[in-house]
């Protein structure tokens, strides 16, 4: 059973930058055929994707937030990442990771809650 | 504001039928984007409930169906349970502007 774990930090500073790490266990993250996805809820709010990477390395990105954001892989350790820069009180949110087939996820992590606060 | 608009709410009593709507545009559903749609549970991760306008992944009830016609989308949940009380979401591509994923404002679900 395929397993993803968002892992980092749950308060950082405005206008510094959040940082998560997505373990995925169960499967591996070099599979053909999906793309791997940071997708977002504000408390008491929706969702919003908020990008996505092929195991080849390919990224694709939220155009609202194409300039602040950064989505890697690491296939020795199985894991991706996301890199979101000069963060603010918006940026608060609990941050999922996907695994996604085609266009939609099919496994999500559990989520993790960032909070921007000084 | 999201592309795709959604009731914030609906209501049933166990045993009924209800359907939640997902209405879009010709730069979404209309332009013949599939639709999917998920399930969050109150303090959970959200989690597939159909994909590809129609499809059940293996483990959802056949008491939730999914339609699309024109423009917009449909979510029927029939014999209506207390356990369907949660968040639903639709989500589908959008190519306006630089074209991007995106998902409908949810709505909540209340079983009388």
Known sequence: QLQLQESGSGLVKPSQTLSLTCAVSGGSISSGGYSWSWIRQPP????????????????????????????????????????????TAADTAVYYCARVLGDYPDYWGQGTLVTVSS | QSVLTQPPSVSGAPGQRVTIS??????????????????????????????????RPSGVPDRFSGSKS???????????????????????????????????????????
């Open chain 1, 44 to 87: 008491g709010k929706g969702l919003e994707w908020i990008g996505y990477i092929y195991h080849s390395g390919s990224t694709y990105y939220n155009p609202s937030l194409k300039s602040r954001v950064t989505i890697s892989v690491d296939r020795s350790k199985n894991q991706f990442s996301l890199k979101l820069s000069s963060v």
């Open chain 2, 70 to 112: 024109g423009t917009s989308a449909s979510l029927a949940i029939t014999g209506l349970q207390a356990e369907d009380e949660a968040d639903y979401y639709c989500q589908s591509y959008d190519s306006s502007l630089s074209g991007w994923r995106v998902f409908g404002g949810g709505t909540k679900l209340t079983v009388l």
């Open chain 2, 22 to 55: 997902c209405t879009g545009s010709s730069s979404n559903i209309g332009a013949g984007y599939d639709v999917h749609w998920y399930q969050q549970l109150p303090g959970t991760a959200p989690k597939l409930l159909i994909y590809g306008n129609s499809n």
